[in-house]
Each structure stands twice: as structure tokens, then as C-alpha cells.
């Protein structure tokens, strides 16, 4: 009596896509490229030879990515049958620092390695490199193969829902170059992961494996019986998830460090545990947080179990890390250079310069006055001694020394002003102080002193320097304090440097 059984195989994915095989690489080099497809690798090497061998990933604009999509070329460390000893994982895109192409060093040894693309959407470009010594060095030894069934079990040892089958095969000589397997004799396929079956009733799952020098392993099988689970038995596995924060850059990499959480439900016998491994390496219990701090690309792989035994598919989360900023801890650098007018008037300069953050701010103080936020080279006309303080900050705060420069402004002794202000009386914009404009000893009236059609940063500047120039003409008499302060007075109730300058 032939019976016949409905076999479901979850978790196992077969994927077989167009690679462009080269032949077997120069000892040394090995090259991929890769360009806008998801499916397949442009270009892969099929085999190689053992020893330091130097890994190339080219994905660029020259290798035909023309859309900026990034990629990985990540050798796979966790599935049974390969080689797991190159913890290989490359993210390139055309836009990064070295445009897409990057290169690693590593020792290959005999053997099959398997390689894929871990960003999510894209592990159908896999392959494999077969990694030969040209013989296999006289082994005649097949491998020794074999399996467990897993699953949770009824009194009679009946697998309730399902049973997955797990196969490992070993060999001293030569190395384990293929493991295949079949389900209650339909056919041999390839074992890449552990295989589950569901289908309600007795099965038989035969397994073998083959070496590098071509000896088969004898075949090896497991019974066993998947019943239906009874009522409230729990078959589904947990739903996890993961989440990394951290600081950004404008790039979308993490400053420093990443930090990834994980979360699992089960709404049946609850969650029992979460693992977890990073780039590869072994899984560890999940209890708190997983903080990457290593500068480079990540993977972080994850699954659930609940306390009925079911095991979540394993799912990943990628992202890199860059290292954060070195503090600026030191002030900005600056200088002030000053510089005579024909009119004997004076021109500071301020000059700030800062190579971490960068220059906040430069503020300057002219003799008793208050610190001014500096915008542009300063014009003092007043003439006698002069100190004009300065001062600057960066971006991240730091403060340089207060500085200062001296110099005198000395009005022209020869000759008049060429073109004198000759009104009756000393008028500022629109405000006439009634007072005699007078001659300052020089050919020039107190209004070219006051010199309203110059520039000033601020409307407050001008005033100092109305002050300013005033105050030497109360000492020699031309003028009253009295009417000093009545000019003063009209010069800040003028319109000079107030929007429009008159």
C-alpha cells in the first residue's frame, strides 16, 4: 500500500539565480562586482585556492550601479555544510568614501564558503566559492553524517504540529563538501538549514553528505510521527522585532555607537527566549540593549523562542557606525591689523579664524565703550589715543583671550579739508544744535569732524564717536560741556545708521 503525505518544508529557501562566474582567480585577489540588480552578483569568482587571499567588492558606477543602491558582500558564517571561518561582511555603495570600492584581507581555507547580500529584499544574490588544494590529498574517508528531530512531543513521542530535522556531517580528511536530504523518498536537495515538517502523519527523512575528494557518506535516515496538536496546543511562533537608536549623521550612520532592542510576543505560551548574535558570531541569550561601538558595518541577526518550542525565522537588522567627532577644545586664533585714512583717521581690522567647529562670533570694544558685536573693519575718526579691545568664540563655545590694540588718530596738519562744511551752525541729520559750527584749528569745522556721511556699524557707534571728537574741543575751549552734551544729545536723536543714513 503506497501512502502519500503532503510535506511542507518551512524554513528552507532554495535560491538559484544568474551569476556571471569567472574562473578560478589568481592565488591572491578575488573579485565581486555588483550594479543595480538585486537577484545576482554582476560578477563572482567560482573557486580559489587556500591561503591569505585579498577580497575585492567593487559596487559603483563603474561597475554599472547607476542608481547609488547599496549592497553587501557578507560570507556566511551560520549555515551547516560551509566553511565558517572568514567573518567577511562589506557594505559598499557608489556615494561612500572610497566610491564603492573596498577590499579586506583574509586566509581562506579548503573548503565552501557560501557569500550573500544581507540587506533586506536583496539574499537572493548568494553564491558559492569552492576553495580547493587541487585533490584532496589521498582521503578516502567518506564523512560521517547525522540527525536529531526537535519539536515538542505528545506521551507516545509523537511530534505535535510539527518535527525539524537537523543534519551535521563532519570529515577529518579532505572536508565536508556537500550535505543533501530527502523527505519520505521524493528526492535529494541540498540541506542549507535546519528542515520542518508538518504534514500530519508518519515520515522518513534520509540524509547524506559528500567530501571534497568525492567519498559519499553511506545513507543515514530518521522516523518519525507529526500528529495534530490537541486543543490549545501552541504552534506558532513569536513575532520579534528589533529597533536601533543612537545619534545620526546627515548620511543616516550612527555617531559612536547603536544601540539595538529587541522585542518579542508570543499571545499563546508566551515568550521564553530571544537570542541574538552580531556579524556572525555566536547567538547569546538577549537581556538587555546591544550596544555596537565598533566603527564599520553591522549585522545583527535575532530570533525568539516560546515556551512551547517554537523558534521564530531568523531575521536581521543592518547599519553602521562611524566614529564620533574628536571635541574642540581649542579657542579661536585671532589678530587685529590697523590701517591710517589720508584723513588721518584710523581702520581696525579683526581676524578670527578657527580649524574645529569653526568662528560664533567677534565682538570689539572701543576705549570705555561696550563690547559690540564685530561685522565689519572699524572706523575711528576721534583723534587722540585709542585701545580697541576684541575678542572671539567658536561653535562648541570656547573663548579666546581678550587682546587689544593701540593707536592714535591724527588729523592732517597740512592744508584744509578739501571740501569744508561751511553751514552756519552744527546740524546732525535733521537735528540743528543752533550752535556756531566753528573752525577746529585746521581748516575743518566741527561738523567734518562729526563727518555724519560716514559709515558706522552701529547707530550707537556713531554717537561714541560724536562723543568722541567733541570731547577735545571742550579741553581747548571751542566748545562748552554744555553744548558738547547738546550735540551728543542731537547726534543720538538723529537718523544716522537708523535704516536710511542722512
Known sequence: MIRFFKVALLGLLLVVSPVAVSPAAAAGTLT?????????????PASATPGPTTIVFENSAATGNTTGMPHTLTFDTTT??????????????????NNGRHQATVTLTPGKYRYFCSIPGHTAMAGELVVTDGGGGGDTTAPTVSAQVSGERDAAGDYLGSATVTVSASDAGSGV??????VDDTSWTPYTAPV?????GDHSVQ??????AGNVSAVGSVAFTVVEPGPGEDTTPPVVTSQVTGDRNTAGQYVGKATVTLTATDAESGVKTIEYNVDGGAFAAY????????????????RATDVAGNTSAEQMVSFTVVAAPVPDTTPPVTSAAVRTEADGSAVVTVTATDAGSGVASIEYALDSGAWTAYTSAVAVRAPGAHTLRYRATDVAGNAAAEKSVTFTVVPPTTGDCPVPDTRATVIIGDQDTGIANADTGNGCTINDLIAEHASYPTHAAFVRHVETVTAPLVAAGKLTARQQGTIVRAAARSDVVKGVQR
Request: aromatic content about 10%; hydrophobic content about 40%.
Open 177 to 182: 563538501d556537500t550535505v543533501e536530504y530527502q
Open 80 to 97: 551547516e555544510g560551509y566553511n565558517h571561518d572568514v567573518n567577511l561582511n562589506i557594505l559598499a555603495s557608489p556615494f561612500d568614501t
Open 207 to 212: 540524509f547524506r553528505a559528500t567530501d571534497k
Open 196 to 200: 520542518r515538517v508538518t504534514a500530519i
Open 32 to 44: 565581486w562586482t555588483a550594479d543595480d540588480d538585486i537577484t545576482r552578483y554582476k560578477s563572482a
Open 287 to 302: 537581556t538587555a540593549p546591544v550596544v555596537v561601538g565598533t566603527a564599520g558595518s553591522h549585522m545583527v541577526h535575532f
